[in-house]
């Protein structure tokens, strides 16, 4: 990497693999509430409490993660492996954000197929889910203000909720508004030039500049032909690898990919069977794509669930480590900059217009009111880790199962 490049992301080997592993590991065991809960916790930690990298840089990384495919919160744990510890940070930051939840559900799974049911888990998630919508709420805020630079980015960012309650496609939003955020710089440029004016005023502050590509996806990716119920290891390899090179959005965006390929294309799985693992990587702490642990357990045993979880996360570390090194390009044209911005923007709506939808579901009585309102003032006025306010949220929300019992 050029110095040029180094000075713009804000050199990638300010620190040690050590403590990249570290993090990344407490976080796999200790983040609940899917992707735009992750991507929160990474905020409050690495932007505000240690200082990791500018939360200009942390909202480029988060919308270069949102539009290429596959789990978005851990391609943003292998961006900021890279940025924090070069080429080595970049398979650590990673490979310790999903350990921890694969060898959660592996051990789920392993209890499912000996006694035939899900553990209880409702408790738990009871008292967790209030604090993440804090969380979320948190991260939102400070992210917001950075992100929403002018009244252009302010109106973008309500069209893009507007458009993601409308059930628009994830993709379009994202695209559509930083295609939107760049035309707007570009009329506004050749304008200013045509014009020349003394001291022109442009619509939208100047970014970088647009010489990348979306990354391709992988022609050896496509699925092996096998339809017997137990697969073969490359096939079943092979499946999920094609899997998390196409999928974006959301857990239930992975839910239709997952039914189509393994239930009704191979009947490699049941219905039931789908569902719960879904529900366990919904419910366990790290990336919701350790669905496929689950999965490659039920079909082949330990082995399985490797060769599985393997395939699934392995195009995201391929597509950071394209894409992640020209970032900095993007951000030394004004257009492309534009499209980054429109990106970033859309990103954080996405996340507003998910954490209403999980508050709904999380704030049902006066336990979780007061769960929420209480985190979401040791987090704002306290600054309290949010890591600790998971923990107790836990506690609490069996405490109050067994009182209600």
């Known amino acids: 990497m050029s110095v040029d490049a180094q000075t713009t992301t804000g050199s990638p080997r300010d620190g040690t693999l050590a403590e990249v592993a570290l993090f990344f590991l407490r976080l796999g065991f200790t983040a609940f509430g899917g992707p735009a809960a992750h991507i929160a916790i990474m905020e409050d930690e690495l932007v505000r409490r240690r200082k990791w990298l500018s939360r200009e ?34 398979v650590i930051g990673g ?13 789920i799974a392993w209890a499912y197929v000996r006694f035939g049911h899900l553990p209880a888990v409702a408790a738990i998630l009871y008292g967790v889910k209030p604090v993440v919508i804090a969380v979320i709420l948190q991260a939102l805020w400070g992210l917001g203000r950075t992100a929403v630079k002018n009244w252009i980015l302010a109106i973008a960012g309500l069209a893009c909720v507007a458009l993601s309650f409308a059930q628009v496609n994830v993709l379009l939003i994202l695209f559509g508004a930083g295609a939107i955020l760049a035309a707007i710089r570009a009329l506004s440029r050749y ?12 619509l939208l502050p100047a970014g970088g500049g647009m010489r990348a590509a979306l990354a391709r996806f992988f022609p050896w990716m496509a699925a092996g032909g096998a339809t017997t119920v137990i697969p073969g290891m490359w096939p079943l390899f092979l499946v999920f690898a094609r899997i998390g090179s196409i999928v974006f959005g959301s857990g239930y965006v992975l839910l239709a990919f997952l039914r189509a390929d393994l ?20 419910v366990t702490p790290g990336p919701v794509f350790t669905t496929a642990t689950f999965l490659g357990y039920l079909l082949r045993g330990p082995a399985g669930a490797v060769v599985a979880t393997v395939g699934i996360f392995l195009p995201a570390f391929l597509l950071v480590a394209i894409s992640g090194p020209l970032i900095p390009l993007i951000r030394r044209s004004a257009t492309a900059g534009a499209f980054l911005d ?3 923007v859309a990103s954080l709506a996405l996340m507003a217009a998910v954490s209403y939808q999980l508050g709904r579901s999380a704030i049902v009585d006066w336990v979780t009111v007061a769960l929420f309102a209480a985190s979401a003032v040791l987090l704002l006025r306290y600054r309290v880790n949010s890591a600790w306010l998971v923990l107790g949220g836990a506690i609490l929300g069996i405490a109050a199962r067994m009182a209600r019992a």
């Open 57 to 90: 840089k942390f909202l480029d990384l988060l919308g270069a993660s949102s539009i290429i495919p596959g789990p978005s919160s851990s391609e943003l744990a292998i961006h900021i492996g890279y940025l924090r510890a070069g080429w080595a940070g970049l």
């Open 95 to 107: 490979a310790c954000f999903i350990l921890p939840a694969a060898i959660l559900v592996g051990i």
């Open 191 to 202: 304008r200013s030039q045509k014009q020349k004016p003394a001291a022109g005023i442009a």
């Open 263 to 282: 239930v009704v294309h191979r009947a490699w799985v049941t219905d039931a069977q789908l569902v719960d693992a879904v529900a366990i990587g919904q």
């Open 342 to 344: 429109g990106v970033n």
